[in-house]
């Protein structure tokens, strides 16, 4: 069946330190990809897609995601995050039909 | 680009009445809008998709009766939830699909919906 796993419910990083978090997925053709991110009370906001091509995105606001087909994986990452990082953020797999599943997010908690 | 606004952003109703949520494509033509609803530190389930002057095609367990989706022009989708009940509070997000590709989808800033 197809469904996107994000293990962490929440993570908490300092304001400055790296971050990485982690998305598997299970999909039995190429995966399109997408990280979203959601303020409080807000809607989506895409933060980067991978189709094709380079495994490794660059998207808005400094991240990034490495995609890697063995691992079903697609972590995001960030080098330094920054208080307004702090939010909800959601992988999730286009998976035809016009349809995206959605992982079950991460909360990230930037800590002073 | 691509901006999708909703209206209202939080409505209060009473128990048993309807509510009706509009989902909008600002600057682009949505051939395909979706109806998401999510409950709190919960990831988004999909309601029902609509194509523009088509019915909607509901996901199993949505009661179509209960949440009725218009998709009447390639800007607008509305979502009318009726008789509304306690449970049906909740974090209503709408997204839309332009003609660009089926992958990618803009999302609304949702509507909060409290049924007292």
């Known amino acids: 069946a197809q469904s996107v796993t994000q293990p962490d419910i929440h993570i908490t990083v300092s304001e400055g330190a790296s971050l990485e978090l982690r998305c598997n997925y299970s999909?039995?053709?190429?995966?399109?990809l997408f990280w979203y991110v959601q303020s409080p009370g807000q809607g989506l906001q895409l933060l980067l897609k991978y189709f094709s091509g380079d495994t490794l995105v660059q998207g808005i606001k400094g991240f990034e995601a490495e995609f890697k087909r063995s691992q079903s994986s697609f972590n995001l990452r960030k080098p330094s995050v920054h208080w307004s990082d702090a939010a909800e953020y959601f992988c999730a797999v286009y998976t035809g039909g016009f349809k995206t599943i959605f992982g079950a997010g991460t909360r990230l908690f930037v800590k002073a | 680009g691509a901006v999708v606004s909703q209206h209202p952003s939080w409505v209060i109703c009473k128990s048993g009445t309807s509510v009706k949520i509009e989902c909008r494509s600002l600057d682009f033509q949505a051939t395909t809008m979706f109806w998401y609803r999510q409950f709190p530190k919960q990831s988004l389930m999909l309601m029902a998709t609509?194509?523009?002057?088509?019915?909607?095609?509901?996901e199993q367990g949505v009661e179509k009766d209960k949440f009725l989706i218009n998709h009447a022009s390639l800007t607008l989708s509305t979502l009318t939830v009726t008789s509304a009940h306690p449970e049906d509070s909740s974090f209503y997000i709408c997204s839309a699909r332009g003609a660009g590709g089926p992958y990618e989808q803009y999302f609304g800033p949702g509507t909060r919906l409290t049924v007292t």
């Open positions: 609509s194509n523009e002057g088509s019915k909607a095609t509901y």
């Open positions: 999909y039995g053709a190429t995966p399109y």
